[in-house]
């Protein structure tokens, strides 16, 4: 699986990382069903960090489930190839028509808690998401659309306005991670 080739290229740059690539590797010898929504304990999802060209601003997402501002980016259903996940994403989500990867390699690896909650009528239990994060670039001048169903905004932010917009207090540690890792680059 391409996708268990990737994981273990990845380099992680913390210890956060490090167990969270354990674990998702783990999760794949388990369970032959992390691809879909089936699993509903954990499955694996692709988000985009997406940048201008310049990378002084992130293009986020005001999400409707948790009425935070956010990355963009979604379920895997079934699909092995992450990237273009979440390039897919990208387009529906935020209307932009020519994202591109950055690099074709992971940039970044966590494990996410999903509180319970509805979608589409019915009871989602909590779970985990096995997160796969692309460095994505755009053109901050190409024009932006929400998707009603899952956001209600779609806009750049100055990196350093970033945390400043999350409420979800556990995703600031998460974005401050990606914001560090552009200086590296």
Known sequence: M???????AYKPCNEQEES?????LRYMDTF???????NEMA?????????NPARTKALMAYHNLYNSWAWLGGHADGE????????????????LTRPR??????YSLEILGVDGHRKCGRHVSTHVHLNVTYLIGADED???HCKPDENSGVRWFALDEVLDA???PEMRVVYQKLIDKLSEI
């Open 166 to 168: 999350v409420s979800e």
């Open 80 to 95: 092995a190839d992450l990237l273009s996940v979440c390039l897919r994403e990208v387009r529906e989500e935020s209307g």
């Open 32 to 38: 032959d069903d992390v691809l879909t929504r089936n």
């Open 142 to 144: 190409e024009a932006v």
């Open 101 to 106: 990867a950055v690099s074709d390699q992971i």
């Open 2 to 8: 391409v996708l268990r080739e990737q994981l273990l």
């Open 20 to 24: 969270d690539r354990r674990l998702m």
């Open 43 to 51: 499955h694996f999802t692709a988000s985009a960090w997406v940048v």
